[in-house]
């Protein structure tokens, strides 16, 4: 089911969390994924890293408008 636009980030984060918990207790348990699963993972791992990567860029663009953060960077 997706995401209502105005809880979309809170639903995400509590499922993210969930995910990153899982990632902590397979990494103790030395759990098994299977296949579909380790794919998935790893995309959503590289998703996060695309997220934080560009979550500077949104902040500065959110903070001093459209157009200003890249002036400055400029």
């Known amino acids: 089911m997706a995401n ?4 979309r980030f ?4 509590h499922d993210l969390q969930d995910c990153a918990n899982a990632l902590e207790d397979m990494t103790e348990t030395g ?15 590289d998703l996060c890293k695309d997220i934080a990567d560009g979550a500077e ?5 959110a903070e001093l408008g459209p157009g200003e953060a890249e002036r400055l960077r400029g």
């Open 4 to 7: 209502m636009s105005y809880c």
């Open 57 to 61: 860029d949104l902040i500065d663009e």
């Open 31 to 45: 759990t098994d994924l299977s296949a579909n699963e380790l794919r998935a993972r790893d995309r959503l791992i």
């Open 10 to 13: 809170q639903n995400t984060l």
